[in-house]
């Protein structure tokens, strides 16, 4: 054998010698938790809640495809010192080919956890709302609306029971996943309070109305008459301040229907006998503002209510197609014509 030949044969042995004694001295799984990578070829996310533990984290990341060997990745925290009490809860971003050492440090450390968007339109009620948030952030839907309904909160905030839902404005809003319900509601005050500029207050005087509650109950109203067709928000808030401002009740289908909650989804043909629901909220049969808001509605019809049409009429009335636009009047005369045109033209679809 030439000298070379044993020379690298020795260098071999040598080598295979020192990974041994590192082995033996480091261990296996600390080596081989920078070598083993995630499996996953795109940056995946990964909802992790605070109730979850180590092994249903493992399960989840395999369920997610971005480990395929749970055993190791429970080898691997129990080296790097992760267990069930210090996971941070998140929406935690796995990038592709990740180290499953890296993936334990920043489940420990957050280093992953990325901001969430939480988004909520077309809620009635503060139950749709926390309905709608509670699939966006790790907040329990129950918990979310008691403490939003307490006294304790609405009185911290400036509102009451029935008027609490004009702090929310509709949007999507990027926060992170493991906000709780108070920083969640406190975010939702200060988007309020950036919301109301001392320019929009000006217009709410102007427009004769007391508070920014009153003006998201006229657009929740508003909303309600019309949600379609952006053009008539001006216009039928101006309607309805006309009649608030002549003393004339509102008389508006929207609140009546909100006092049978959702018994009158679907339903074309309201009746006389749907008007009589005693509640609060009829303005057939009470007089001025409801007491709060009947749903959240979009800011932009806040907008139009205050930037209401300059207009005088009291009346409204679908027109007798498929366009979803009404007609508007002062003369109760004309107001009747149109109704019957409208009820003539409903009764042959």
Not at 73 to 94: C, Q, R, W, Y
Not at 249 to 264: A, I, N, V, Y
Not at 266 to 290: A, I, M, S
């Amino acid at each position: 054998m030439s000298g070379k030949k044993v020379s690298k044969k020795l260098i071999i042995i040598g080598l295979l010698l020192v990974i041994g004694v590192i082995t033996l001295v480091v261990g296996w799984t600390p080596i081989m938790s920078r070598l083993t990578k995630t499996i996953n070829d795109k940056t995946v996310n990964v909802p992790v809640n605070n109730k979850l533990t180590l092994a249903q984290v493992g399960a989840l990341l395999q369920e997610k495809k971005v480990i395929d060997d749970v055993d190791f990745f429970l080898s691997v925290a129990e080296s790097k010192g992760l267990t069930d009490k210090n996971i941070e809860p998140g929406m935690h971003a796995f990038p592709a080919g990740t180290s499953y050492k890296d993936v334990c440090n920043a489940l420990k450390s957050g280093a992953f956890e990325i901001e969430v968007v939480v988004t909520f339109n077309n809620c009635k009620t503060i139950a749709d709302l926390c309905e709608k948030v509670s699939k966006c952030l790790m907040i329990d839907q129950a918990e979310l609306e008691t403490y939003i309904l307490s006294d304790e909160t609405c009185n911290k905030y400036g509102f009451n029971v029935q008027t609490i839902p004009a702090l929310f404005i509709p949007n999507s809003y990027k926060m992170y996943y493991d906000t709780d319900k108070e920083a969640f509601v406190q975010r939702m005050a200060d988007e309020f309070k950036n919301f109301w500029t001392v320019e929009r207050m000006a217009k709410l005087k102007k427009v004769g109305l007391n508070s920014p509650s009153e003006a998201v109950t006229l657009a929740s109203i508003v909303y309600g008459e019309q949600s379609k067709n952006e053009q008539e928000w001006p216009i039928i808030a101006g309607l309805y301040l006309n009649r608030l401002n002549t003393g004339m009740r509102l008389q508006s289908d929207p609140t009546f229907k909100f006092c049978w909650g959702d018994e009158l989804d679907g339903v074309q043909r309201l009746t006389y006998e749907h008007r009589e629901k005693d509640c609060p909220y009829n303005t057939y049969l009470h007089d001025g503002l409801p007491p709060g808001p009947i749903s959240m509605p979009p800011a932009g019809v806040v907008e139009a209510v205050l930037n209401r049409d300059n207009n005088d009429y009291l009346y409204m009335c679908a027109q007798a197609n498929y366009d979803g636009l009404h007609n508007f009047t002062k003369d109760y005369s004309v107001h009747a014509k149109n109704a019957t045109e409208f009820q003539n033209w409903l009764a042959q679809q």
